[in-house]
Every structure is written in structure tokens, then in C-alpha cells.
């Protein structure tokens, strides 16, 4: 009888642990798993994962699948497309995403576009396209803008990798801050034009060096030097534009 009492409170347990166990089991598959549905919360290196939801992009008007990336036009029909802002302003322009050498290849493409999108030069009776093109060619335009100005290109360039720049931001480096008030200074005590314009070479030769530190920040991922780096360039330019009035040059031509 003794017997029996001990064995059955440890059967109870031997029950109790086998449905624990069969509550934590792996699940077992009857199918292929859905690879979408196991998914990693964080991207594994070297794998991707293709989703069979995805549609390739295609005309409006003759639905013909896009030929070329980005795809703004399409080759058949010669229809304007809708903005797809996945598209960032590299793309736009076929370049790679890069801070230098970009100036040299971009006025020749954006000519290219603007021949093709702007809205005067689109003879189409449809409605749709013509917004479609007024939407493209403004987008164009914003592109050539950013990308051709070392400033607004680093801003934008880091932006596209998450890095968000407050243009208001309060200057907090008491050193910068210190030399900005020096600059205006001089600029407010110059006795010449010819005393300006050296000041304006001095910016200048400032504003290319630390364009020239931030190229290198970018390339290396350095992404804090490359933020210390703009906020130069911005109030090294804001001096230009709020302080030398009436100097025909742009902060970064020679």
C-alpha cells in the first residue's frame, strides 16, 4: 500500500512534466515552411529574402514592364510615369551613391530629363500625363538643385543613411563659434572691396577643406566627424549668404 502512495504523486509528476514538455515542443511542420513568416526581425549577412509579393514596375498607360531603372519614361509608349519616391536622386541621375565626383556628370543628365519630362515640352492630351510630368520634372529639378550644391548633397547623402541633420540646431562648438564671429567682424571692418575678396577666398579655401573632411568621414562611416563637418560648411556658407551681399561668386567656385 506504502508502495502504491509513492508512486503515484511521482507518476502525477512524470504527467505533469511530459505535457510541459509537449507545450514547448518545436513545432512540426506538415508543409514547406513560409519563409516570409520566419523572417529575422534583423537582417542576417549574405541573405536576402525575395518576396513573392512584389510586383515588378510597369506602365500605366501600355503596361509594359520597365526597361530601365528608374523609370521614369517608358521605352514603348513613351508615356511620363508617376513619381515612385522610392527612387532617391542618385538614382534619378544613374549615379552611384557617392559624395565627390558627382558635379562633373550631373548638369549633362539633368539637361537629358528635363528634355524629356518638362511639362511645356510633353504634347499630350492626357490630363493625367501632364501632371505626371509637371510632378517629374519638379522632382528633376529638386535633384539637380541638391546634388549640385557640396552642402545640400552632404545634408541629403546622409540623410538616405538615417542620419538626420537640424539645420536650427544652436552652435555649440565655442571654438567654430567664436571664428564666425571674427569673420563678420572683418567683413563689417573692411575698408574695400578688394579686403572682402580676400576674406571671400579665405571662406572659400575653409569651405573646401571641410567639404574635403566630410568626403572622407562618409567614406570611412565615420558618420559623427561627417556631422561636425557640415555644421562648418553650413555657417562658414551662412556668412556668404548673410554677411558678403553682392559677392557674384557661389561659396564653393573657385
Known amino acids: 500500500?506504502?508502495?502504491?502512495?509513492?508512486?503515484?504523486?511521482?507518476?502525477?509528476?512524470?504527467?505533469?512534466?511530459?505535457?510541459?514538455?509537449?507545450?514547448?515542443?518545436?513545432?512540426?511542420?506538415?508543409?514547406?515552411?513560409?519563409?516570409?513568416?520566419?523572417?529575422?526581425?534583423?537582417?542576417?549577412?549574405?541573405?536576402?529574402?525575395?518576396?513573392?509579393?512584389?510586383?515588378?514596375?510597369?506602365?500605366?498607360?501600355?503596361?509594359?514592364?520597365?526597361?530601365?531603372?528608374?523609370?521614369?519614361?517608358?521605352?514603348?509608349?513613351?508615356?511620363?510615369?508617376?513619381?515612385?519616391?522610392?527612387?532617391?536622386?542618385?538614382?534619378?541621375?544613374?549615379?552611384?551613391?557617392?559624395?565627390?565626383?558627382?558635379?562633373?556628370?550631373?548638369?549633362?543628365?539633368?539637361?537629358?530629363?528635363?528634355?524629356?519630362?518638362?511639362?511645356?515640352l510633353v504634347h499630350s492630351i492626357s490630363k493625367k500625363e501632364r501632371e505626371y510630368?509637371?510632378?517629374?520634372?519638379?522632382?528633376v529639378i529638386d535633384a539637380y538643385h541638391t546634388l549640385s550644391k557640396p552642402l545640400a548633397r552632404a545634408i541629403y547623402i546622409l540623410k538616405l543613411e538615417g542620419v538626420h541633420i537640424d539645420e536650427e540646431e544652436t552652435l555649440t562648438d565655442l571654438d567654430l563659434l567664436s571664428e564666425i564671429m571674427e569673420i563678420r567682424e572683418a567683413v563689417e571692418e573692411a575698408p574695400d572691396a578688394q579686403a572682402l575678396n580676400q576674406i571671400q577666398s579665405q571662406m572659400q579655401e575653409k569651405l573646401k577643406q571641410w567639404s574635403n573632411n566630410f568626403a572622407k568621414a562618409f567614406e570611412s562611416h565615420n558618420f559623427e566627424e561627417a556631422v561636425k563637418a557640415i555644421r562648418c560648411m553650413t555657417y562658414y556658407e551662412r556668412v556668404f549668404i548673410e554677411d558678403l551681399v553682392g559677392v557674384p561668386q557661389h561659396p564653393f567656385d573657385t
Open 1 to 120: 500500500m506504502w508502495k502504491k502512495k509513492l508512486l503515484t504523486p511521482l507518476a502525477s509528476l512524470l504527467l505533469l512534466r511530459r505535457r510541459t514538455l509537449t507545450h514547448f515542443s518545436t513545432p512540426h511542420f506538415q508543409s514547406r515552411p513560409n519563409l516570409q513568416k520566419l523572417r529575422p526581425v534583423f537582417p542576417l549577412p549574405g541573405i536576402s529574402f525575395i518576396s513573392s509579393q512584389s510586383k515588378p514596375a510597369q506602365c500605366w498607360n501600355c503596361c509594359a514592364a520597365a526597361a530601365t531603372t528608374p523609370f521614369l519614361l517608358c521605352s514603348s509608349c513613351r508615356c511620363i510615369q508617376p513619381v515612385d519616391h522610392s527612387v532617391d536622386y542618385f538614382q534619378i541621375f544613374g549615379l552611384e551613391r557617392k559624395y565627390d565626383s558627382v558635379e562633373e556628370h550631373l548638369e549633362g543628365k539633368y539637361k537629358d530629363w528635363q528634355k524629356k519630362l518638362h511639362p511645356d
Open 133 to 139: 510630368a509637371a510632378e517629374q520634372s519638379a522632382r
